[in-house]
């Protein structure tokens, strides 16, 4: 079965730190680029970072430049977002997605052509 599966969420206090994986089963991972996606509620999604395939580049968002770092394990079929000093606005649901249809970028931050998607784990940053 082909799919992408987060794990790693949970309830952080603010300044503390979080792991996400994105795990591929089914396909090889290193063959895509995978982006890492939020939502908060009552909020649209908004991409946060992604991964490339063939050069490993790496975009992020404006709002998490310096705290978090995106990594991938191709042997393990993993991506991991490393959050750091996470603020009360960095709650959401956090979904991995990769480029099935377009998966010919050279880069990676192509946002609206992720059209295959994890279903998501809750990072919840209070205290």
């Known amino acids: 079965q082909v799919q992408l599966v987060e794990s790693g969420g949970g309830l952080v206090l603010p300044g503390g730190s979080l792991r996400l994986s994105c795990a591929a089963s089914?396909?090889?991972?290193?063959?895509?680029?995978i982006g890492w996606f939020r939502q908060a509620p009552g909020k649209e999604r908004e991409a946060v970072s992604c991964i490339s395939s063939e050069h490993g580049g790496k975009v992020y968002t404006d709002s998490v430049k310096g705290r978090f770092a995106i990594s991938r394990d191709d042997a393990k079929t993993t991506v991991y977002l490393q959050m750091n000093d996470v603020k009360p606005e960095d709650t959401a649901t956090y979904y991995c997605?990769?480029?099935?249809?377009?998966?010919?970028?050279?880069?990676?931050?192509?946002?609206?052509?992720?059209?295959?998607w994890g279903q998501g784990t809750q990072v919840t940053v209070s205290g």
């Open positions: 997605a990769t480029r099935v249809a377009k998966n010919f970028w050279h880069d990676c931050d192509t946002w609206d052509d992720y059209d295959f």
């Open positions: 089914g396909f090889t991972l290193d063959k895509y680029a």
